[in-house]
């Protein structure tokens, strides 16, 4: 077959048939293109030869034809297509290199799987691209930087796209909560995104409990909504409290509060506690449950042993049979020098926390003075608000810069191989983002509240603004608030930006497209229309292929670690504050049910297909997790401990309150809680009178006001029971995470992470393999024998 181009401006092509008797039918339906191209290189046209870009490109394809590696030159427009075709030598050194590996799993039945899937054929391909170089020691990322090439993508295969789509990547599979063909994923995509999808469905498995036991512990708050002696203190107290800030705030009744004492007695209760510790143990079993499936998947996948070295040392062997291994190195400078980038990084985040706690004391001190009389009576709330929403803000901005300075701390640090700077940008990604994240909810949780003095004595930014105040209700609740409106705002306008940009995005490309398919005419040849046969379509119907995955959108190498990163984070939100917020469980199990179709969707028909990549394990993530889960021992044991009113209550119930100084008495054991925590301010104290000075002013009738510590009336020094409360805290944190620590590491012994199954087959296969061998040398040496 022979086809002529007269001019781009021609609609229709002319084909010439060998055989001169096949029918020219043209078919409107879509065409299946049986897949004959590995990859596909598109660059702008360049007319002028003498021109660098021009001379770069034609070096680069030179020295793929070298390697024997069939180029495909088509002109489309003001593009040129370059299909790029490996020969079957690289696959079969490949193969055989394989088949002597120690990291093949095989057995006498059933040998490592030597025959090159498509998955393989794609990664060997990628490989030997990006270690091709022309002559200036250049190489393909070299020459997508300088222009010469505006982009490469591997070709999906619409037979498998479209039985993923009907298994898998659509809405309707919703219904199917937790079944996903990982068997499928992972041959058309590779292991590394099947064992992504794999962790993220038993990520999502292992929520249902957590998520029940986190609504129970809410209902067993909501239950007690109206008999809690404690809110009832406060909706009919009469007790006036301090003002909230120093100009135009007025005292103010502690019963106002009625409603944020409610909102506050739903997560801060006696059940919060076992919640706590369930999650701490909660986040133990799930990896240690996670890794046996795991087990069972890589070896039915048969790449339990792989190893990343080795599957390196093979694809360079493949591409330069000469090659010299890539030596490890290290440099105890270089690693300073990163450290305390690194540092220098994390400290600006955290200058970036204060900020945002400047930001939310002014807010509070602007709508204080505001006319509004409902702003004016609820400054804090809506300061707390704005704050979470800013927070949001700043969180997605940090996410980008964060992006920029990791990359380049890496490029500073020179890792040997791609394995080892995304395992080292992983690492700084995410220590990164968790700081961004969490920097601002760590001061809600241990300092609000704690380092704002007292009437009299209150500290302030530059002398002048108060700092911020819990509610008398308690800590918890504010980082209640700024938890669901962060992790609310994340999980939705994530989503919705994740699925809406690129569908979008895809969208206005196939419009503009339109224009350009106008131009290549339409194809009558019979055998371009048939679903089956090894032949080399027109490269009309190439042309039409690659044209329309190179409407996609692009995709790179970090892409699936955008998908990680978005989970772990949501995996930290879910169990280091859970005792602030029992229902972030079910806010994920709901978001994650969505999240993997969403991901699929977007993967498999919005987006150019991911290189498949070999491997068995998400890697340094397991390592991230498991960190993750020692914090969220800690962090939570902090915040019963010291950010919750847990231990106060128990003291109060126990050593101050009505049981504790009467042995039989009709009130209830908190009877009095509340008042027992507020110390008073007289006015008639100096330092107090100059803080309330524009108060006395406009009111002279008052003579004396409240607010939430343990201190004396008289000298307005630190009590008894404050000492008594804090030393129990500490204990409380101390006995908390030694007890939670230990079940969990009594978890983590109890549970194998290989199961048993696993391990006898991989026993059998290696006995099977062993018993093979001596009777292949049995074989040898008797037909030798047998010669002699």
């Not at 143990?281 to 890589?298: G, Q, S």
């Not at 690659?546 to 790179?556: I, R």
């Amino acid at each position: 077959m022979k086809m002529f181009f007269t001019d781009r401006e021609e609609d229709v092509a002319l084909y010439e048939l060998d055989n001169g008797n096949e029918p020219l039918l043209p078919s409107q339906r879509n065409l299946y293109l049986p897949r004959l191209y590995d990859y596909v290189l598109v660059a702008d046209k360049v007319e002028d030869m003498e021109d660098q870009i021009f001379k770069k490109q034609d070096a680069f394809i030179c020295e793929l034809k070298q390697k024997n590696i069939k180029v495909n030159r088509i002109e489309h427009d003001e593009k040129v297509f370059f299909g790029i075709c490996a020969p079957e030598e690289i696959f079969t050194r490949y193969k055989y290199l394989l088949k002597v590996s120690d990291a093949c799993n095989w057995s006498a039945e059933q040998k490592c799987d030597l025959s090159v899937s498509m998955c393989t054929r794609i990664r060997i391909v990628h490989f030997v691209l990006n270690n091709t170089f022309i002559g200036s020691g250049e190489g393909l990322r070299d020459l997508l930087c300088q222009g010469a090439f505006e982009s490469i993508f591997c070709l999906h295969e619409k037979k498998e796209q479209k039985k993923l789509k009907k298994k898998w990547a659509s809405w309707l599979a919703v219904m199917k909560l937790f079944q996903q063909p990982v068997t499928d994923i992972k041959d058309y995509f590779g292991e590394k995104v099947a064992l992504y999808y794999l962790w993220l469905g038993w990520y999502t498995r292992m929520l249902i409990p957590a998520a029940v036991i986190g609504i129970v512990v809410f209902l067993y708050g909501l239950a007690f909504f109206n008999t809690s002696p404690l809110i009832h203190e406060v909706c009919d107290s009469n007790i006036i409290m301090c003002p909230r800030c120093d100009t135009r705030c007025s005292v103010w009744n502690l019963s106002d509060t009625c409603t944020y004492a409610k909102v506050s007695q739903l997560f801060d209760n006696e059940g919060t506690v076992a919640f706590a510790m369930f999650m701490a143990i909660w986040a133990t079993l799930f990896l240690e449950l996670w890794k046996r499936h795991r087990a069972l998947h890589v070896s039915k996948w048969k790449v339990f042993d792989w190893c990343e070295e080795e599957e390196e040392l093979i694809l360079e062997i493949v591409n330069n049979p000469k090659c010299k291994p890539k030596e490890f190195r290290h440099s105890y400078l270089r690693s300073i020098v990163v450290l305390l980038l690194v540092t220098l990084v994390l400290v600006v985040i955290i200058g970036l926390t204060h900020a945002l706690v400047i930001c939310r004391v002014l807010t509070a001190t602007l709508l204080s003075q505001s006319k509004w009389e409902f702003l004016r009576e609820n400054s804090s709330t809506v300061a707390m608000l704005s704050g979470a929403v800013l927070h949001y803000i700043t969180i997605q901005v940090m996410t980008r810069v964060n992006k920029i300075v990791a990359f380049k701390l890496c490029e500073f640090e020179k890792p040997r191989s791609f394995a080892a700077t995304e395992k080292h940008f992983t690492v700084k990604m995410f220590t990164f983002q968790f700081f961004t994240l969490f920097s601002s909810l760590f001061y809600v949780a241990f300092f609000l509240g704690r380092i704002n003095g007292y009437p009299g004595n209150y500290v302030r930014i530059a002398g002048q603004w108060r700092l911020e105040e819990c509610h008398p209700s308690g800590c918890l609740t504010d980082l209640f608030i700024q938890m669901a409106v962060i992790l609310l705002l994340k999980q939705t306008i994530n989503n919705i930006f994740e699925f809406t940009v690129p569908w979008l995005k895809l969208c206005f490309k196939r419009t503009k497209a339109k224009t350009m398919r106008r131009k290549c005419g339409n194809c009558y040849r019979k055998a371009c229309r048939e679903e089956e046969g090894n032949f080399d379509p027109c490269d009309l119907c190439k042309l039409r292929n690659w044209m329309e995955n190179y409407d996609l959108n692009d995709v790179n190498a970090f892409s699936l670690f955008n998908e990680f990163l978005e989970m772990v984070l949501q995996f930290s939100f879910t169990t280091i504050f859970v005792a602030a917020f029992p229902l972030a469980p079910l806010l994920a199990l709901i978001n994650n049910i969505f999240e993997i179709r969403l991901d699929a969707i977007k993967m498999v028909s919005l987006e150019r297909r991911l290189v498949p990549k070999k491997t068995n394990d998400i890697g340094v993530w397991t390592r991230i997790l498991e960190a993750v889960g020692v914090m969220a021992v800690i962090a939570n044991g902090l915040v019963i401990g010291i950010s919750s009113d847990f231990i106060p209550r128990l003291v109060y119930r126990y050593h101050y309150g009505p049981c504790a100084t009467s042995n039989s008495t009709s009130l209830d054991c908190m009877t009095g809680y509340i008042n027992n925590t507020l110390a008073t301010a007289f006015m008639s104290n100096v330092h107090v009178k100059k803080d309330f000075k524009d108060l006395l002013d406009k009111e002279y009738n008052i003579t004396q006001c409240s607010y939430k510590d343990y201190r004396s009336d008289e000298d307005q020094s630190l009590t008894s029971q404050f000492w008594l409360i804090l030393a129990l805290r500490f204990a409380f944190v101390i006995l908390f995470e030694h007890v939670v620590v230990m079940c969990k590491f009594i978890a983590a012994w109890f549970i194998p992470d290989n199961p048993i199954r696993v391990k006898n087959d991989r026993l059998d296969d290696k006995l099977r393999r062993l018993k093979k061998e001596l009777e292949d040398a049995t074989e040898i040496y008797n037909s030798r024998s047998t010669e002699v």
